[in-house]
């Protein structure tokens, strides 16, 4: 697909439905992808971006604004889930408990689950709370890619080295895989590069069915 058809495709995106618990995960037989990644990383944002909708996901300066699993869908083709972030240090213990029983009931049960999107802020790097989401991916035998986010603040150099290091820590992961996307919301930075994995992981299925 060239990137025009891209846009008119991923701009048929709506939202499908929020979960607060797996009674309420939607039932669907279809390839799905999530964002995952720490409090303000800039998921809402980078689903908006992918999908250029301004406020398709609701976004916030913030912290740990979006609690619950917000499920959209692309045209009955893919779809795409915004999870609550995670490592926000001033979340009450009960809340983090709650994120932890909602993530791990997530990825064990999502057996349409192709990718897991783990956004890291590019001027911060992989942090621990990155690392148990990575562990936990392992064991489920769920199969992540990381991306880079807000490239727009860090200079080309710096940029570099994160990117070097994201791919030294995460190499040890038989779940991770080997490239590291970059992003800029903001600035639409590396949304085509993501549109291309997101046809990818389409074209994968749509071939598995024919044969
Ligand atoms: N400079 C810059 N800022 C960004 C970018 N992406 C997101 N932001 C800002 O970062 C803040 C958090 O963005 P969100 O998209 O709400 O982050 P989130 O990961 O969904 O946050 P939670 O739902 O709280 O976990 C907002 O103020 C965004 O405007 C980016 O690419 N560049
Ligand atoms: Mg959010």
Redesign the pocket.
């Known amino acids: 697909m060239n990137e025009n058809k891209n846009l008119i495709f991923y701009q048929q995106a709506e939202h499908y439905t929020a979960a607060a618990d797996i009674s309420q995960f939607p039932h669907i037989n279809l390839p799905e992808v999530c964002f995952a990644?720490?409090?303000?990383?800039?998921?809402?944002?980078?689903i908006?971006s992918i999908c250029s909708k301004r406020s398709l996901?609701?976004?916030?300066?913030?912290?740990?604004?979006?609690q619950l699993i917000h499920f959209y869908n692309i045209k009955n083709k893919l779809f795409l889930s915004?999870l609550?972030?995670y490592g926000?240090a001033k979340a009450p213990k009960s809340k983090r408990f709650e994120w932890i029983k909602l993530m791990e009931n997530y990825f064990k049960n999502r057996s349409n689950l192709s990718r897991v999107f783990i956004?890291i802020d590019a001027r911060r790097g992989i942090k621990n709370s990155d690392h148990e989401l990575m562990d936990l991916l392992n064991v489920v035998a769920v199969n992540f890619q990381c991306i880079l986010?807000?490239?727009?603040?860090i200079s080309s150099t710096a940029l570099r080295e994160v990117t070097a290091s994201t791919l030294s820590q995460t190499e040890k992961y038989a779940a991770s895989f080997p490239e590291i996307l970059q992003?800029?919301?903001?600035?639409k930075i590396g949304i085509d590069k993501i549109h291309e994995c997101l046809n990818l992981i389409l074209n994968i299925n749509d071939n598995s069915k024919k044969e």
């Open positions: 990644g720490r409090s303000n990383v800039g998921k809402s944002s980078l908006n996901a609701r976004t916030s300066n913030t912290p740990g604004r979006t915004d609550p972030g926000y956004l986010t807000k490239i727009d603040k992003s800029s919301s903001n600035k």
